[in-house]
């Protein structure tokens, strides 16, 4: 049966990648606001810095918490390039994440042939070395990280051309999304080579990778240097976008977060980083917006995936897509449905007893208002109401979840019965 | 002279405290394969849970009150929480503690608030040992020293001379086995765990009140101990001694070098420009990079750290 | 003079105290089908985890077609031309069994760590992917991930990806350990077909196989080989007889 060589791009796959750009393109038309921009600017980096996470974590199998490294020093050359320029004005603004590219991908050498010597936990711990390495190392030298206050920069140099500048926000969003939707569609074919695929390899089995000719370390090793070049135009776009960079962007919230993004998205899926990224972004201004405790929020929500649900929304996703394929979706709605109030219930008792603890803790001037109710911190009585509605919830939620167990084992029964027929 | 060892017995007190937490992470890795990347939350935790028993009967039953707790609670988080990422692999055991110091510090923040708390050295211990030349000892850096050393001694003997230990030590290479020959391997990883983080604490305990309790003090120390189990060797108790040892010491003679590079270059016979700088950096501000220098000079000479079993 | 495709000189093995195996000399010649048998616990599987560089040796020389190879890592020694399956089945589990095959020939057809080419239109790696998958019968379940495959499926794609870079040396470790008769009947079948022309060095306790397939047998002994020959020699040795006390050989054994 020979091979023949599909084309490069299918009906559906054109669809998807002109649905994609499209969808960048029109967005900033629709939600005009000036926030709403500064928002979709984030999201696009985030989407590209949580990408090149993936490469390491859902691709190559190498769990990183100093990512933050490549993304940094990406900004930081990036600065310092639109800084030298402005002088000399000898490169175009919207080449300049490129730049952060290379400086991360040089990062990715020097570094990464020190990280990949390892695997697995080993690799974990001296990634979060390194990643504290560059964040004490960027205090020492003002020069080039600007200490406390960091390094800023002006990204309108020379005249404008077409009267693009890039001083609107306007403009640096398209920029941006043209330099995310070229990101997106490089990770994705880096995915489909030779590289790709053994990095997948040495994934599942890097013992069996040395016995069909790789060196695991090699792979390792380039996907490192790959992932650090993509990093750094996510951090250079971030330099153009915010004309400053300090040295959180080397640190250790950094890193977490794009770890968070990529896990919550789904680290076994291409598509997954993006779904985290868009998500995080969105839920980090909204729950901040509205309560002090976000980070712990955060931390509970992360956990919970981790316990529950850790393959992500993605795999979340794809497992009820195959429900609605076989048309069984439906089925599991009953079950969804009970264990909603006992879901609200908790939810609202937790929320409560957070706030009430965060009020405590801080000694807040302002008093404080859960779902719109006045509450009184330093009598018994909240407390103990919430703290009744959390357990009351929880026995509940402990009670209807079997049934919700119970419907996906009848439906994924009827699925694999089909099948097998 | 003074210097010398005033900075020596500073950095073994620093290196003994960095053992204690090094050696609870060491155990939990050899047994259950779990690097406890939530270790240092434990440390916070015990000088948390110490001030707090402390304001209401003193610092004496705070000491043994306070790793008790902390232990228990990680016996709880062990059972109902790690146990149930194990399934998934180890990516997510370390995620689970990964997202566990994170939370950590978010309760810490819920409960106690921002700022420091004020945790103070009991006035039976804040004096001076002894003078040595003109610095002042402190007596509560005997006692932090009196206080690890008991610990490391105890659980030598705990490991080598009891039967649990004898079955723990089994147990950290051979589980299966252990196992089949009717032990409860969960339950001894329950107390694996717990007993780990419970060292942890108890370093919390004595080091928060020496040092300063606040919601940042767990990221503060929690890299340096990764470091200090990556030189010593993953999964060497001995190791792990040796590392923290040198790296306390060290780190502590070189907060306390005041002198630039060119000068140490100058020691060598070498002559620096000394306007570069790089030149111009004294020992004291390189202090903060020194352990990850360390730890990235051992993976390119010797990867698998001071003592560490060789990868077959 | 014709080279030898594997050849050991006093090799050794010691893990710590434990000595494993003790000055073991083997020579087998190009296309030759040579079986390893031995009691439980003789070494044979560190013999091939010697050869194949997944231990270091203690001491001793291990020669490749006639270069040496005994301090090279098992990615040094594949590219050389020598592959081996392992006996617990040791394949890419989230992978589909294409691409699992697919993986194992791009190495040898010299597509390295490009990232700038198309995997699906590396003609001759498809091709070649779906020759061997043909080969080992598993063309219907080519698009399956290999996680779920059956337990004889996944021994036939780990014989496939032994054998699908073209590799002439092939070391099988009990490569029909945990079938049943009639799986191993076919697994019999499907290795013949596929070394044909090549070295085939195998570890087996399956006598019936052991017989059908090899040129000559080495028996191995506490670490130790106490005979080399053909079937009829081996079968006829007192030696091998007083060291399988208890086990037949005449009718062929499954252990």
Redesign the interface.
Known sequence: ???L??P?LSRRRFFLWGALALLMIVLPLVFDKGYALSLMCQISIMIIFSLSYNMLLGQTGLLSFGHAAYFGIGAFATIHALNFVGKAAALPVSILPLVGGLAGLLGGVLFGYVSTKRAGTTFAMISLGIGELMASASLMFPVVFGGEAGVSGNRVIGKAVFGVNFGPQIQIYYLIAAWTFLCILAMY??T???????A??V???P?????????PQ??RF?MMI?AGFFAGIAGGLSALNYEMVTAESLGGWTSGVVLMMAFVGGIGFFYGPIIGAVLISLLAIAVAGVTKAWLFYFGLFFLTMVLYAPGGIASLLAMHKRLWNAGLLLMVMPAYARVTIPLLLTFAGLVSLVEMAYQQAEVLETPLLVFGASIDVNSLAPWLIALALTAFGLVLLKLSWPRVSEAWRQVLAGINGEVAR | MEFFLISLLNGVTYGLLLFMLSSGLTLIFSMMGVLNFAHASFYMLGAYFAYQVSTYVGFMPALIVAPLLVGGLGMLIERYGLRKAHKFGHVAELLFTFGLSFLIEEVVHLIWGKAPVDYRIPEVLDGTLFTLFSTNFPIYKGFMMMVSVGMLVALYAGLTRTRIGLIIQAALSKPDMVEALGHNVPRIFMLVFGGGVAFAALAGVIGGNAFITEPGMATAVGSIVFVVVVVGGLGSLTGAFLASLLIGVVQTFAIGLNISITDVAALFGIELVASGVVARLTVTQLAPILPYLFMVAILIFRPRGLMGARE? | MNVPALQLTDVRKSFGQTVIINGVNLIVPRGERHAIIGPNGAGKSTLFNLA?A??PVTSGDITLKGESVTDL???QI??LGL??S?QLT??????SVF?NV???V???LN?????????????DA??Q??RVI?AIGL?HRSDTVAGILSYAEQRALEIG??I??GADVILLDEPTAGMSKSETGDAVALIRRVTEGKTLIMVEHDMSVVFDLADRISVLVYGEIIATGTPAEIRASAAVQEAYLGTTFAEGSHD
């Open positions: 049966m020979s091979a060589v599909p490069l074919a880096l489909q080579t030779p590289l790709g695929r053994m997948n390899a994934r599942d089995n013992e069996r990778a040395q016995f069909v000719g790789y060196d090699w792979v380039m790959l | 077959s | 194949s997944r231990f890592k098992p990615h594949n590219r592959s081996r392992f040791n394949i890419f589990t989230n992978l691409e697919r993986c194992s791009l190495w040898s597509y390295k760590y490009s990232f700038w080419r198309r995997l699906a239109a590396l003609r498809n091709e992917a779906h043909d063309a990806i032994t699908a870079g």
